[in-house]
């Protein structure tokens, strides 16, 4: 809006003149106006010629030449029963306004002004819609009421439907009394301020009244509710025993400051539930061209001067984490910790030669009695390896004289069996190891651990008439699927992540997201209810979300993670 008048400035000068004889004033000269600028006048002709003061002030301004005037005869100010507004289309109008090299300027005159505009403000604001679709924004907007004083009221419920948006600035002439008034948006009930005749610049009138709020309360939506100066700070921590609030109640006090306004209890000083002037500030949210194209009128320059100046590619990962300790090894495996696979397979295939050499020479005698000369040769290489050598004569006995690979497999046996297998056998049962987590984010998402998803925004009600929505779930994860083929395995990755991620919202407290506020008792609010965080879990979301959290739960417990790539799922922001 700064911008905006900036640029009027030097455009538009307006001195208004005053003419006693005629007992009205008229816009007969305008300083410092750009060449493309036009005035457009939209006049009830037949209205007018009932009324001598209005009669003479459009005579003033039919006989000034200085700007090309558009006049409109609008019966019953109804802009549908003129041909040329009838018929533009917005969907497929050009604008000049959209290109930096064609800006061209209008003020709109309406005469007279529409039947209680101030007390049905929507009938005004469709005609200022209508314009608008036309690709006609009007930067001046002058009414012509001679009904109107500095005490005319607006209504408190209509307050919330403004006659025109903000930009335009909004100037109502009574010529029957030759005043001028500058429409005042933060002065509550009575909103016209009356000026001098002849202001010398209307633009500095403008600003006097509308640079900021006026104290004004103004809705949040999705902001913060309560600020304690005795408990809170936005600046340093040092020295102060306080703390941040949620980033966005910092947010909203810098804005408040600088615009002078209020959204924030600040020390329980209680602040309307539903103010007057119902204006609305969004915080924390992201602007999509739905909320655009119903926010914002189609040709304003406010959707001009929305320029994208930068991008920032936000990715997302998911993290697995174990709040479980160390634990021992407690299964079978454990006997097969101390060497490797060629180590295994070796000294197997070592036992059972050593087996059969011993076992051979009782196949001469019969089957079985080597077969059982094998069993008894297999048990006692195992029982050697263990470090137990009580059967060592029994099988020396069993071939006539004493073999020197027998003695050498013994002291083998006793180097491998009781310094090296008993010893990290031993090592293997007392040491501690870190709890298994999946190898990767499709291993995780196979398993049967429990998947939380954060990072939450505010947008148009959704079919359940909630606002809030997951930024993964609701918005990454869809527009990634219309890119990725059904038959994909990202696809169905992606399927089997929609469906199991639980969303927790960030949007009216921060326990979950802070991390160290839910480290003491692992519980926090989802779907009104309180619930546990489980011993081991998934969470995904935006990098610095999860980074936040597994770095606030660090704080008071020790835990295990694992990070992976949020299965390609990343946004865009546009820097405005």
């Known amino acids: 809006m700064e911008n905006m008048l900036k640029v009027l400035q030097y455009t538009f ?16 000269r305008i300083n410092d106006a750009s060449e ?10 037949i209205k007018v010629r009932q009324t001598s003061t209005e009669q003479a002030l459009l005579d003033n301004l039919l006989h000034g030449h200085t700007r090309l005037k558009v006049i409109f005869n609008m019966s019953n100010l109804a802009l549908r029963n003129i041909k040329h507004y009838n018929r533009c289309n917005h969907f497929a109008y050009v604008n000049p306004k959209s290109t930096p090299h064609f800006q061209q300027e209008s003020t709109f005159i309406i005469m007279p002004a529409i039947p209680n505009w101030l007390l049905e403000p929507g009938q005004l604001y469709g005609i200022q819609s209508n314009l608008a679709s036309c690709a006609e924004y009007p930067s001046f907007l002058f009414l012509v009421d001679t009904g109107v004083t500095a005490q005319s009221m607006i209504l408190a419920q209509s307050n919330q439907s403004y006659p025109i948006k903000l930009p335009t600035k909004l100037f109502v002439l009574n010529p029957k009394e030759s005043d001028i008034h500058v429409f005042c948006y933060p002065c509550g009930d009575f909103p016209l301020r009356r ?3 002849n202001p010398p610049n209307l633009i500095q009138q403008w600003k006097l009244y509308n640079h900021d709020f006026n104290k004004k309360t103004i809705v949040r939506a999705m902001g913060s509710n309560k600020f304690s100066r005795k408990l809170n700070t936005c600046f340093s921590l040092r020295y102060s025993g306080r703390r941040f609030p949620w980033y966005v109640t910092c947010v909203q006090l810098a804005l408040g400051k600088l615009y002078n306004f209020t959204d924030v209890e600040i020390d329980n000083e209680k602040i309307p539930a539903f103010p007057p002037a119902n204006q609305v500030i969004y915080y924390n949210g992201m602007m999509t061209m739905s909320d655009l194209d119903a926010l914002v009128l189609d040709d304003s320059s406010e959707r001009w001067s929305l320029l994208i100046y930068n991008m920032k590619i936000v990715p997302t990962i998911i993290t697995v984490i174990s709040l479980k300790s160390r634990t021992t090894v407690d299964s079978l495996g454990t006997f097969l910790t101390p060497f490797d696979s060629p180590t295994w397979i070796g000294i197997i295939i070592s036992v059972l030669a050593i087996s059969f050499v011993i076992a051979f020479p009782k196949l001469e005698e019969s089957l079985s009695r080597a077969a059982t000369s094998f069993g008894k040769v297999l048990f006692w290489t195992y029982a050697c390896l263990s470090g137990q050598y009580g059967g060592t004569n029994e099988i020396l006995r069993i071939l006539p004289s004493p073999k020197p690979f027998i003695v050498i497999a013994i002291c083998s046996f006793f180097m491998i069996g009781s310094e090296f297998y008993q010893g990290s056998l031993f090592s293997s049962l007392i040491a501690t190891i870190p709890p298994q987590l999946p190898q990767s984010n499709q291993e995780a998402l196979d398993s049967n651990l429990e998947i939380i998803t954060i990072g939450s925004t505010f947008g148009s009600p959704n079919v359940h008439g909630k606002y809030e929505y997951s930024v993964v779930v609701d918005l990454m994860i869809p527009a990634l699927l219309e890119k990725t083929s059904e038959n994909s395995r990202l696809h169905q990755m992606l399927i089997k992540l929609k469906n199991k991620a639980i969303y927790v919202s960030t949007l009216y407290t921060g326990e979950f997201w802070a991390g160290w506020k839910i480290s003491d008792s692992l519980e926090f609010d989802f779907n009104h209810h309180k619930k546990q965080l489980k011993e081991t879990f998934a969470i995904v979301g935006q990098v610095v979300h999860v980074s936040n959290f597994v ?3 660090r704080t008071k417990r020790v835990l295990w993670s694992k990070t992976f790539e949020g299965f390609g799922l990343f946004h865009i922001l546009p820097v405005v």
């Open 13 to 28: 000068h307006f001195t208004l003149l005053f003419t006693q004889l005629r007992a009205n004033f008229s816009l007969s």
């Open 36 to 45: 493309t600028s036009v005035f457009h006048i939209l006049v009830d002709l």
């Open 195 to 197: 000026i001098t005749n």
């Open 551 to 553: 770095e606030g739960l």
